[in-house]
């Protein structure tokens, strides 16, 4: 198997589809992915029929092959430590995958300035529906 990106490290805090689905294909191109899940708003296609059980939990198959071969951990984004959690993981990160409404990650102190800051060779991406500017930038 061919993997140019082996050795890079991912932080991924995307959820349904575009987001997930970049990062499917940094791992399959040998990216570490971390997956960002929130412990109180999971990802909806965890429970997108048609459902699936792998390795003792049931999820929405779309959700498995999405995310099949990242590891994830669970933080609350509005806790200030896990926030201090990300702040660590991100010394070590390489490129940053969101997919919030525009603005949401500056106001959970995690924008591209804020994580820089920390590591000034991370790659940040922003994935969102209508983009950054505009008067449909904050649709979901």
Request: glycine share 8%; proline share 8%.
């Amino acid at each position: 198997m061919i993997t140019p990106l082996k050795g890079i490290n991912v932080l991924d805090f995307s959820t349904l589809l575009p987001g997930p689905f970049a990062t499917r294909y940094l791992a399959d191109m040998g990216a570490e992915i971390l997956r960002v899940e929130a412990p109180n708003k999971p990802d909806l296609l965890r429970s997108l029929p048609p459902l699936v059980t792998i390795k003792g939990e049931t999820v929405g198959a779309s959700y498995a092959y999405l995310n099949r071969d990242k590891a994830q951990i669970t933080l609350d984004l509005k806790s200030p430590a896990d926030i201090a959690t990300l702040y660590e993981l991100v010394r070590n990160i390489d490129i940053v995958i969101e997919g919030f409404r525009p603005g949401v990650m500056g106001k959970l102190k995690l924008s591209y300035a804020e994580l820089s800051a920390i590591n000034p060779r991370i790659i940040y991406c922003s994935i969102t529906g209508y983009g950054q500017t505009g008067p449909l930038k904050n649709r979901a």
